[in-house]
């Protein structure tokens, strides 16, 4: 691990939090950039400074980042993209923020992030892996709580795999519905609680399957799936979640399982596609 501060971009979800709070309990100095609206207040209580800032601002995270001395960072928390298109002011997109959305070459997320990246990079400040700080967070196989997927779901999720792991290599979505070998949604831009959503308004029961990237960075992007995603999937009357263990970050696990039980929701991990018959 290296010296100085660490710096988290926090967005929204539990992750900024937990990142946060594990660096702190390796003695490190944290300090954080978060955005209105999206970041946990209750960050604040976890770093050692906390500076609020819209998310075109990049010139602005860059200075925050320079005075707190941070050698290395870590992007925590979902951003969601709807900012590029809505209130340009909003966005707040300085002259460095500009600078970084004309040079890309199309907005997709691993372009926006690589793209963050070098930015980053060159200001001396290394990237690290999303999971670096809180490994613990990694979604192992198998069931999360006691209840196992029915063959029928394990089925579902055999079929949208192959579609999971497809639109994510062409950047499109890391999440696919699907109920009875069909598709009912997939990811695009609107986030994976809002594609959960869009699918109950067609069926109920369906399956979430959440994958990552083929070739996935770690140090961006990782699927996530914590307690909003069950709420989610329960005003959806979703049955099962499937996500790729080993790539996907599991928020407030003790919670999410609760939570998953009560629902009578099966959320279990697969390292390949499911075998639809058997365990996985």
Known sequence: ????????????????LAVARAARRRGRRVA?????????????????????LRPGAVGAILEAFAAAGVGEAVLAGHVPKGAL???????????????????????????????????LRARGIRLLGQAELVPELVGG???????????????????????AKALAGLDV???VVAKDRAVL?????????????????????????????PGQDPRFDLPAVGPATLAAMREARASA???????????ERDALAAAADAAGI???????????GGAG
């Open 1 to 16: 691990m290296g010296e100085g501060a660490l710096g988290i971009v926090a967005g929204r979800g539990a992750l900024p």
């Open 32 to 52: 954080a950039v978060g955005f209105a609206g999206e970041t946990d207040a209750a960050l604040a209580a976890a770093v050692d400074s906390l500076v609020w």
């Open 85 to 119: 298109w809505g209130d340009a002011a909003a966005l707040g997109a300085d002259a460095h923020g500009r600078e970084l959305l004309g040079a890309l070459g199309d907005l997709s997320d691993a372009v926006i992030l690589s793209g963050v990246e070098s930015v």
């Open 141 to 163: 196989e198998g069931a999360l709580g006691r209840v196992a997927p029915t063959p029928e779901q394990r089925a579902d999720a055999a079929f949208a795999w192959p579609v």
């Open 173 to 175: 979505g890391q999440t």
């Open 185 to 213: 949604a997939v990811e695009a831009a609107e986030g994976t609680d809002a594609v959960i959503r869009r699918a109950g308004a067609i069926a109920a029961g369906a399956v979430v399957v959440k994958v990552a990237r």
């Open 241 to 251: 979640l499937c996500f790729e263990a080993g790539w996907t970050l599991v928020l």
């Open 266 to 276: 099966a959320v279990f991990g697969v390292r390949s596609p499911p075998d639809a």
